[in-house]
C-alpha cells in the first residue's frame, strides 16, 4: 500500500542519519514533512530571541535542502493535539513518523498524539537517533535505574558496543515516486515565520556567530575534523573559558537542535582518532559526547530531575530568595566583572565556554548569592542556543553541588579563576567596553582602584559600574557552612530511609513491553 505520510520534525531538524525520515519515505505516495510551532516549547518566556534566531535559521535550511528532493516543509502553528486530527482528515494520511524523544513533556505529548493516530487509522513509527544509544536500553543494563557516576556509564555503554552507525541523507532516488502537495499559498499557510512574526525585538540583536541549520553544522563539523592534531590533543578542561574567540567546538547547538547527528559527531571523532594517539574520556570529544548520554540518561531515570523537590537523588538546600540578587546576575550587574562579562556574552551571543557557566552557576548558588540552580536553569533555558532540558537540568545540580558532584568546599573565585587565562582581563574589555581603560592590576577588582585610576579609566565604581554585590571571601565561607548542614541532614535522612541512597529504581519492562517496542520501532 503506497502511504500518505507525515514525517513531524521536532529537533532532529536534518536530513543526514535520520531513519524515521527514510521510514516515512518507504512505500510513500506524498510525503508531508511538518513542524509544529508548540506552544509549550516555542514561546518567548522560555526561548530568547538568539534561541529564535538559531531556530528560524534551521527551519530555513531544511526547507532549502527540502526543496531540492522537490518537497517542502510545512510549518503548523497550535498544541500537536489540536493539530493532528485535522491535518490526518485534511490530507488523508495513514502513516505518521518522527524521531524519538525522551523529554518528560514530549513522552507525554507522543503519547497523545500516538492515541489520536491509532483514532483515525494512521499508522505510528518512531526511531532513536537524538542519542547515540537507546537510553532506555542503558538503564535496563543498570538493573532498571540510571548510573549516577560516569563510570558506571562508561562500563555499561561498553558492554553496548560502539553506537550505532549514521545513514546517508535521502536522494533523488528515495524521492522518485514521492510528491509533497504544494499550494500557491504555501507560503501564507505554512511558512517559516520571521522573528517579527514571532514577536521579537531584533534592534537589540548582535551579529550572528552561530547561525542555525544542517548544512551550517555540517561545514563547521567539517572544519574541525581537518584539525586532527587539535582533535587528537582536546581535553576539555584544558581549554580557556575566556578566550576571545571560542576554544571548544560550539557544535553543541547543532546538537541539540539536531541539525548535527551525534552520530555523525562520534564517527568522524572515531575516523580522526583511527591509528593515533588520542585523548580519551571523560576529557575528550567522544568523552562529551558520552556526558550528553549521561545526563539523558539521569533525565530519563530520575523522576523531577529539572527541579529539586521530589528529586530522589538531589541534596535538598534551603535557597535563599532573592528577587535583587537573581535580577543583577542574570543583567550583568554583580559588581564583578568576570562573571559580568560571562552573563554579558551570554545575552548578546547565545553561548559561554563551559567553564564560564561553571563559575557564574557556582556565583548565583553555593559560592555567593545562594540562590536555587533552579533559577539559574530558567536563565540558561532562554538565552543558551544549546539549551538543552536533561543537559541543563544535571549541569545545574553538579555546579551547585546538589547532585553528582560532592565537593562544595571547592569553590570558583570570581576574581581568580578569570585571571588564570586571562591575565590583562582582555575578555572583560571586551564584554564589557566601560572598564576598557582599567590597568590590568584592577581590571578583575575596579573597586581597589584609587579614585584617581577609576577617574582616568572613565568609570566610577558605584556610578558608572556597580559596586561587589558580596564580599566575596566573607560569604563563600559561609555559604560552605550552609552547605555542610545541608549535607549532614541528608546524611540523616538517609539512615533514616536507605531507599534514597541509589539512583530512582524503574520497574523494569516485562517482555511484551519489549516486543511492543520493537514492533512500534521497525
Avoid at 232 to 244: D, I, M, V
Avoid at 465 to 486: D, G
Amino acid at each position: 500500500m503506497a502511504h500518505t505520510c507525515i514525517h513531524w520534525f521536532r529537533k532532529g531538524l536534518r536530513l543526514h542519519d535520520n531513519p524515521a525520515l527514510m521510514a516515512a519515505l518507504r512505500d510513500c505516495k506524498e510525503l508531508y514533512p511538518v513542524f509544529i510551532l508548540d506552544p509549550y516549547l516555542h514561546n518567548n518566556t522560555c526561548v530568547g530571541v538568539n534561541r529564535w534566531r538559531f531556530l528560524i535559521g534551521a527551519l530555513k535550511d531544511l526547507d532549502c535542502s527540502l526543496r531540492k528532493l522537490n518537497s517542502r516543509l510545512f510549518v503548523v502553528r497550535g498544541k500537536p493535539e489540536d493539530v493532528f486530527p485535522k491535518l490526518f482528515n485534511k490530507w488523508k494520511v495513514t502513516k505518521l513518523t518522527y524521531e524519538y524523544d525522551t523529554e518528560p513533556y514530549s513522552l507525554s505529548r507522543d503519547k497523545t498524539v500516538t492515541a489520536l493516530a491509532k483514532e483515525h487509522g494512521v499508522e505510528v513509527i518512531y526511531k532513536i537517533s537524538h542519542t547515540l544509544y537507546d537510553i532506555d536500553r542503558i538503564i535496563e543494563e543498570n538493573n532498571g535505574k540510571a548510573p549516577l557516576t560516569y563510570n558506571r556509564m562508561q562500563a555499561i555503554v561498553k558492554t553496548l558496543g560502539p553506537p550505532k552507525r549514521p545513514i546517508p541523507a535521502p536522494t533523488m532516488e528515495d524521492m522518485k515516486d514521492v510528491k509533497s502537495p504544494c499550494s500557491e499559498n504555501h507560503e501564507k499557510k505554512y511558512g517559516i515565520p520571521t522573528l517579527e512574526e514571532l514577536g521579537q525585538d531584533t534592534a537589540a540583536l548582535c551579529e550572528e556567530k552561530f547561525p542555525g541549520g544542517e548544512q551550517e553544522a555540517l561545514r563547521r563539523l567539517d572544519e574541525h575534523m581537518k584539525r586532527t592534531g587539535w582533535v587528537c590533543s582536546f581535553e576539555k578542561p584544558q581549554t580557556s573559558p575566556n578566550s576571545l574567540s571560542p576554544s571548544t567546538t560550539v557544535l553543541s547547538p547543532y546538537v541539540t537542535l539536531g541539525c548535527l547527528s551525534a552520530r555523525t559527531f562520534w564517527w568522524r571523532l572515531t575516523d580522526v582518532y583511527q591509528g593515533k594517539k588520542h585523548s580519551d574520556p571523560p576529557v575528550s570529544l567522544h568523552g562529551q559526547l558520552l556526558w550528553r548520554e549521561f545526563f539523558y540518561t539521569a533525565g530519563v531515570g530520575i523522576p523531577n530531575f529539572n527541579k529539586m523537590e521530589g528529586n530522589s537523588v538531589c541534596t535538598q538546600v534551603d535557597w535563599d530568595t532573592n528577587p535583587e540578587y537573581l535580577a543583577a546576575w542574570t543583567e550583568a550587574r554583580t559588581g564583578f566583572p568576570f562573571i559580568d562579562a560571562i552573563m554579558t556574552q551570554l545575552r548578546q551571543e547565545g553561548w559561554i565556554h563551559h567553564l564560564a557557566r561553571h563559575a557564574v552557576a557556582c556565583f548565583l548558588t553555593r559560592g555567593d548569592l545562594w540562590i536555587s540552580w533552579e533559577e539559574g536553569q530558567k536563565v540558561f533555558e532562554e538565552l543558551l542556543l544549546d539549551g538543552d532540558w536533561s543537559l541543563n537540568a544535571g549541569n545545574w545540580q553538579w555546579l551547585s553541588a546538589s547532585t553528582f558532584f560532592h565537593q562544595f568546599f571547592r569553590v570558583y573565585s570570581p576574581v581568580a579563576f578569570g585571571k588564570k587565562t586571562d591575565k590583562n582581563g582582555d575578555y572583560i574589555k571586551k564584554y564589557l567596553p566601560l572598564l576598557k581603560k582599567f590597568p590590568a592590576a584592577y581590571i578583575y577588582e575596579p573597586w581597589k582602584a584609587p579614585r584617581s585610576i577609576q577617574q582616568a579609566a572613565g568609570c566610577i565604581v558605584g556610578k558608572d559600574y556597580p559596586h561587589p554585590i558580596v564580599q566575596h571571601e566573607v560569604i563563600s565561607k559561609k555559604n560552605i557552612q550552609r552547605m555542610k548542614l545541608a549535607y549532614a541532614k541528608r546524611s540523616a535522612d538517609t539512615t533514616e530511609s536507605p531507599s534514597k541512597k541509589q539512583g530512582e529504581k524503574r520497574k523494569a519492562p516485562s517482555v511484551v513491553d519489549r516486543l511492543k517496542k520493537k514492533e512500534k520501532k521497525k
